[in-house]
Each structure stands twice: as structure tokens, then as C-alpha cells.
């Protein structure tokens, strides 16, 4: 950057973040130090010291407030505070000169902007513009309301947790004084019975001591006509004794006291605890119903057979790119949802998903030599090919979370580089059919769910493929159309069924019937939700329309 208060010529190569607006009215480039958010001026050191001679009373940011400069010129670029001359739309995003030189150079398509602003004032988009406004403002004001109420909310949450872990540790010093009792009164009973124990031996052992003692005595004094038998009676008897006295010796244990083996599963199962219990955040999950429905035909010319849409996404421009199964192409649809290109593939489209800026992943397979993953770009209103990877099995299902994309045949489901590598095998189940019939993945990229409409069920996996939750309803009958949200909306539609059914995230359990047949839809293929604008895309079996649902 040049030093402050230095100035050179304009055409000059060298770029500031943000140039002296009186200085490029002089065709001279100097970095600014200030900025006037009354005349929405750049200023340098020199130009600031004549502006506040001239307007003293306003109030200039310097550097260190840099955060502050931006977003007060509506025409000004927010990151450089130069004036937005073009648009880029590869991106979507507004240019200065400045970020065309350092970020978008490579960009194939620049628009210049007021090329793009002729007639835009009478345009049904730009008339819509107070009212989309309007209803997000009221939106924001009733998040606020409900966040404040929230607060409050939270802080009663807390004080109720307290009280439950309290309430459980209270519990467990229960049990834990239980066990001790117990356990004392098995050393208190085994206490006793040792005492009797020793008490009894004790007196055998007098007793038999008493009776020989006794006996020798007797037959030490022995005399008269029975001398001799009186004296092998005496030595039977002592002999009877000390026969019972011998056993009893080599049987008696000594009691030499008592010990204690704790339970060897408590003190570690204690230890391995990290805590209590999980605290966890609790969310409230949006339930959305059918406010309008509209059908807008997607067949074109060149269509020899009704289209069958398996794979419906938006991008960030509100266009819309759909893969027509029976028509062997890839349409590109516009704000208005009217077809405005298309492109020819090799074998049938399977699904789709949008990867990264403009460009699509297509899962193209005929189930039996073709088997690959397409990524096409949209540019300036038209689809174009950039590259394509085979897989050795067939393509059926595809989903992209941060440079890696799940493909799904109909009985696995593989995670790719996308390059076209094999990382992993996540889930497979070769038995059956029909296991996988389409995939999607969370924002977090922590569950993978996937549609089974042999069985009529969604499942949810973690990412080593183990199966989570299962959801198994009679609006879910044939499950094809899947589609997670970034703010995890997940939704499901049952061609069998003919419904739309939104689910909790962690696919645990139906949520709500969005949309039946009453409400209008006919065939349910595939399915696609915009929470910007709250507007569910569906796409029909053997119909040459897709149904648009704005909900509520």
C-alpha cells in the first residue's frame, strides 16, 4: 500500500483497499486513512484536514474503526469502498475493480452493471422487492420476540437442570448408603456367626479335654477283682474319644479374622464417567403446511416421452436444475421455473445435487456399462459440461457435504473424492434391492440418510454406515424424493402415498404430512426446499410438470 498522504497517478497498477475519493477526482490514487460517513467520503491525510476545515462538525472514522467505514454507500463495494462497476455470475456477487483483480480474474462470465440495470425497475422482481423485504422484517421481529422470550426460557432450563442433577446425585448417595448398609450387615451377621462358631469349638474342646482328663485319671486307680477289664474298657472308651478329638484337630480351621473384596466393576465404571449425564440444546423444529400450489410444465420440443423428474436443486440465483429420467437429459430452469436450456447425457440422469458455486453433480447410469458422475456448470443461462469420473458400480443416488460426494447404487452407498476415488464404503447391503434408492447428508455431515422404497422406510446412519432410526409411516409408502436443508429441515416424498412428510433431523420420527394429494400434488418423484423463500419443489413420475409449494 503507498504511505499515507502520498499520491500517484491513477492508471497506476498499485491496489488499495480503499482509495481517497477526492483524490480520484483529481485521476489520483492514494490509499485513504479516514472516512466521513456524512458525505460518504474516502479521505486521505491531506484531504481530511480540508474537510474538516470545511465540515466541522462531522464525525470521521479513522483505521483503527475500519469495521465502521463500510456499508454506509450503496454503490460503494463493502471489503473496498471502491464504486461496483460489474457483476459476476459465476459467483453472484457485486464487484469493485478491485475485486475483479483479486478474486474473480478466472471468472468466465463479468457482466457490467449497467448493462444489467436497464429496465430492472419495471421488472415484476425488483415491484416484489418492499414486500419480501416487509415479510422477513416481520419474520426478524418475531424471532426477537421469540429469542427474548427464549432468554428467559433458558435461564428456567438451567435452574431445572440444576435441580435434576441435584435430584440425581441425591439418588445415587441413596443407593450408594443402601450398598453400604447391606453390605455392613453381612459383616455384622458373618461377625456373629464366627463368634458362635469359636464360642462352640471352644466348648467341644473343654468337653473333650473334661472327658480325658477323666478317664486316665480312672484308670490310673484301677484296683480289685477288675483290674484287667476294667482297664481295656477305660482305654477303649479314651480311644473312641481320642479317634472323635483327632477329627475334630484336623478339621477346625482357626479363625484368624475376616477380609473385605470390593466389587471390582464399581470404582472403574465410576472413574470412566466424564460427567452425570449430557446436557444438550433443545430446538424447536419449524413444522411447515401448504400456503399456494402451482404446476409449471417442464416438457419441451425436443421431449419424445412424458418426463419423469428424479432429481430436483437450486442455485444461489434462484434458477433451478432438474434431471428429466425419460428424456435422457439435464434442464435448466429459470426464476420463473420455464425451461431455458438443456443438456444431452449418454444414459438417464438418476439424480442430482448442487456441489459448489454454479457447477451440478448428475449420477448417470443405464445399470449396466454406463456408470458415472457428471459435473455440469450453468453460465449465463446455459449448461455445460466440464468433466466426468466412472464408478464400478451403478450411479444412483448423489449428495455432496464439503468437497466429498455420497453416491449411492441401489444397494450401497460409497463416499467419493471428487475427483472420482473411492474413499470408503459406507453402507452396503448386496441381498437385498432396492436398499438405497436415493441419499442425502446432514450439515453437519454427522448423519446420512437414506430412502428404502422396497420396505417403505427412511433410515439414518452415522458415518461408519451403523443404522441410527428408522421412520416407517403409511404417508411414506415407496419413499423415493429426499432432501436435507442447511438448517436441517428434512424432507421425504412417498410416490406410493402421493405425500410430501417432513421428518425431524435426527430421522427419528415423522414431523408432519406437508403436502397430499388433496393439497394438489399427483406423482412425488423427487423434492427439493428453499428456506429463503419457503418454497418446496417437487418433481413428478411420468408428468410433464413439477409442482411448486410455498409453504408456511
Not at 410444465?297 to 423428474?309: E, L, Y
Request: overall charge neutral.
Amino acid at each position: 500500500m503507498a504511505s499515507k498522504g502520498s499520491s500517484i497517478c491513477k492508471g497506476s497498477d498499485l491496489i488499495h483497499d480503499y482509495s481517497c475519493s477526492k483524490c480520484e477526482e483529481n485521476d489520483l490514487n492514494t490509499e485513504a486513512q479516514h472516512f466521513c460517513p456524512q458525505c460518504e467520503h474516502y479521505l486521505c491525510g491531506k484531504c481530511v484536514r480540508i474537510h474538516g476545515e470545511y465540515f466541522k462538525k462531522h464525525a470521521v472514522y479513522e483505521r483503527g474503526e475500519i469495521q465502521k467505514w463500510a456499508g454506509f454507500s450503496m454503490d460503494r463495494c463493502d471489503k473496498h469502498g471502491k464504486e461496483l462497476e460489474v457483476h459476476c455470475d459465476d459467483h453472484q456477487e457485486l464487484c469493485c475493480s478491485v475485486c475483479v483483480a483479486l478474486n474473480h480474474r478466472l471468472c468466465s462470465s463479468i457482466s457490467h452493471l449497467p448493462d444489467l440495470a436497464k429496465g430492472f425497475l419495471k421488472t415484476e422482481e425488483f415491484k416484489q422487492l418492499p414486500v419480501a423485504v416487509d415479510k422477513m422484517r416481520y419474520r426478524l421481529d418475531e424471532l426477537k420476540t421469540n429469542w427474548t422470550k427464549d432468554q428467559a426460557s433458558l435461564k428456567d432450563s438451567y435452574k431445572n437442570i440444576l435441580v435434576e442433577i441435584k435430584a440425581l446425585r441425591k439418588e445415587i448417595n441413596q443407593i450408594l448408603d443402601k450398598l453400604e448398609k447391606k453390605t455392613v450387615e453381612q459383616l455384622d451377621s458373618m461377625m456373629e456367626d464366627l463368634k458362635k462358631s469359636i464360642k462352640d469349638d471352644l466348648e467341644t474342646l473343654g468337653h473333650m479335654d473334661d472327658q480325658l482328663k477323666t478317664l486316665i485319671e480312672k484308670l490310673q486307680q484301677t484296683t480289685g477283682k477288675n483290674k484287667d477289664t476294667i482297664p481295656y474298657i477305660g482305654f477303649r472308651k479314651c480311644q473312641s474319644i481320642l479317634s472323635e478329638a483327632n477329627r475334630f484337630v484336623q478339621e477346625i480351621r482357626v479363625k484368624e479374622g475376616m477380609k473385605f473384596k470390593s466389587d471390582e466393576s464399581v470404582l472403574p465404571f465410576l472413574r470412566n464417567l466424564k460427567r452425570l449425564g449430557n446436557v444438550e440444546s433443545v430446538f424447536s423444529t419449524y413444522v411447515y403446511k401448504v400456503q399456494s400450489l402451482s404446476h409449471y410444465k417442464v416438457r419441451i420440443k425436443k421431449d419424445k416421452n412424458n418426463c419423469s423428474i428424479k432429481g430436483v436443486c437450486g442455485l444461489a440465483n434462484g434458477e433451478m436444475v432438474i434431471a428429466d429420467y425419460n428424456n435422457i437429459r439435464v434442464k435448466l430452469l429459470n426464476r420463473q421455473y420455464a425451461v431455458i436450456d438443456h443438456f444431452d447425457l449418454p444414459s438417464t440422469p438418476q439424480h442430482l445435487c448442487h456441489t459448489t458455486d454454479n457447477v451440478i453433480a448428475v449420477a448417470v447410469s443405464d445399470f449396466s456399462t454406463i456408470n458415472e458422475v457428471y459435473f455440469l456448470t450453468v453460465t449465463k443461462g446455459k449448461l455445460q459440461s466440464m468433466r466426468k469420473f466412472t464408478t464400478d458400480h451403478c450411479c444412483h443416488s448423489i449428495a455432496h457435504h464439503k468437497g466429498q460426494l455420497y453416491v449411492g447404487s441401489f444397494d450401497g452407498l460409497y463416499l467419493y473424492s471428487m475427483d472420482g476415488r473411492l474413499l470408503k464404503t459406507i453402507y452396503e447391503a448386496l441381498s437385498c434391492v432396492r436398499t438405497v434408492y436415493n441419499c442425502a447428508v446432514s450439515p453437519t455431515g454427522k448423519r446420512l440418510y437414506v430412502t428404502n422404497d422396497y420396505i417403505s422406510k427412511l433410515l439414518t446412519f452415522d458415518k461408519t454406515g451403523q443404522v441410527l432410526f428408522t421412520v416407517e409411516y403409511p404417508d411414506l409408502k415407496n419413499p423415493t424424493g429426499l432432501f436435507v436443508s442447511p438448517s436441517d429441515h428434512v424432507f421425504v416424498c412417498g410416490r406410493g402415498s402421493i405425500a410430501v412428510v417432513q421428518v425431524d433431523k435426527e430421522g427419528k420420527q415423522k414431523v408432519t404430512t406437508v403436502a397430499s394429494e388433496a393439497d394438489g400434488i399427483c406423482c412425488p418423484q423427487s423434492v427439493w426446499f428453499s428456506g429463503q423463500t419457503s418454497t418446496l419443489i417437487v418433481g413428478n413420475y411420468e408428468e410433464n410438470d413439477i409442482t411448486v409449494i410455498k409453504l408456511c
